[in-house]
């Protein structure tokens, strides 16, 4: 199976899902407990409206690829902790359901 195979299944979405509302969560908890915050990546993405499941996957794709040079480095690299961890659980969840067959 292929890097490109993996993006496009349901388990990967999902698993994108969970890692951006955790971080979402992860900074609603830190402005919480500490105020005001500086500026992250996340808040440049949502400004762009880009902060969505569907286009996240995408641009994941396009960063791997090398081809998102419109977008900061921080940007860039933020797009890619998210779908790497992502990516990650997925193919660890794929290797758990091999196993079992």
């Known amino acids: 199976m292929k890097v490109a195979d993996v993006l496009m299944t ?5 698993e994108m899902v969970s890692e951006m509302e955790w971080r979402q969560d992860l900074q609603t ?3 919480g407990k500490f105020g005001m915050i500086r500026r992250t990546p996340l808040d440049r993405l949502r400004e762009r409206g880009v902060f969505k499941v569907e286009l996240m996957v995408q641009m994941y794709g396009l960063v791997l690829q090398k081809r998102l040079g419109d977008f900061s480095r921080a940007e860039r ?10 990516y990650i659980r997925t193919i660890e969840r794929m290797k758990g359901k091999e196993e079992w067959k």
């Open 10 to 14: 349901e388990e990967f979405a999902q």
């Open 29 to 31: 908890r830190a402005i």
């Open 77 to 86: 690299e933020y797009i890619v902790s998210i779908g790497k961890a992502a």
